[in-house]
């Protein structure tokens, strides 16, 4: 079965601070893909990036940043010089089987809390 | 990009009434919807994959007379909670795989709508 961990329950960093949240996953599939959302205090769910297994190269999108290690097993993300618009909810989320109708677990999310 | 639209985004109603909720994807058409429950300061949850044409398959612990999912076009399933108690409150969210999304290797990109929040007096 699937699981997704987020160790992190909580984290606050003061503004422009770098941020890593963690995320370390369990999947007898060779073939999945990883996920982070981004759940803001209205609720909606907002995609930052999906990662297949088979591309461990690591990702930055601006601020964002993602390092894929398949050897440990994790899918970490870091946020560069957060911003106050940085806080949120964040949940990383597996996919065992993405060509077909297979469903997303998700972990149970780290919120991040950007102080002024 | 597609759009994935639930309605309504809030409602609030008397114990042992009963509430629908609709998701749409906007642009796409979606032969299989998922319906997410949430708690405050929780994740995510499946409850039920929605097939279009054919009854839905529910995860482990969910009831399906209490909540009835209908998916009567590839655009649109929707999800009713019956006899709705006050244990019911909670933010759902639905999501839908748009397959002409995935490229190459056509995976289809995973949309989710902006999440109900029932409320439940």
């Known amino acids: 079965a699937q699981k997704v961990t987020q160790a992190q329950t909580e984290i606050s960093v003061v503004e422009k601070e770098d941020v890593t949240l963690d995320c370390v996953y369990e999947?007898?599939?060779?073939?999945?893909?990883l996920f982070w959302y981004k759940q803001p205090p209205s609720g909606e769910l907002v995609f930052l990036i999906r990662r297949n297994s088979f591309d461990e190269q690591n990702e930055i999108s601006g601020r964002y940043s993602w390092n894929f290690q398949k050897s440990t097993s994790s899918f970490n993300f870091t946020i560069t010089a957060s911003q106050v618009v940085d806080s949120a909810v964040y949940f990383c989320?597996?996919?065992?089987?993405?060509?077909?109708?297979?469903?997303?677990?998700f972990g149970t999310g780290t919120k991040l809390q950007v102080i002024p | 990009g597609a759009v994935v639209s639930q309605h309504p985004s809030r409602v609030i109603c008397k114990s042992g009434t009963s509430v629908k909720i609709e998701c749409r994807s906007l642009d796409f058409q979606a032969t299989t919807m998922f319906w997410y429950r949430q708690f405050p300061k929780q994740s995510l949850m499946l409850m039920a994959t929605?097939?279009?044409?054919?009854?839905?398959?529910?995860e482990q612990g969910v009831e399906k007379d209490k909540f009835l999912i209908n998916h009567a076009s590839l655009t649109l399933s929707t999800l009713t909670v019956t006899s709705a108690h006050p244990e019911d409150s909670s933010f759902y969210i639905c999501?839908?795989?748009?397959?002409?999304?995935?490229?190459?290797?056509?995976?289809?990109?995973?949309?989710f709508g902006e999440g109900s929040r029932l409320t439940v007096l």
């Open positions: 999501s839908a795989r748009d397959l002409t999304s995935g490229g190459a290797s056509n995976t289809g990109e995973l949309f």
């Open positions: 989320a597996l996919s065992e089987e993405p060509g077909g109708y297979q469903k997303v677990t």
């Open positions: 999947t007898r599939d060779t073939t999945y893909y």
């Open positions: 929605s097939n279009e044409g054919s009854k839905a398959t529910y």
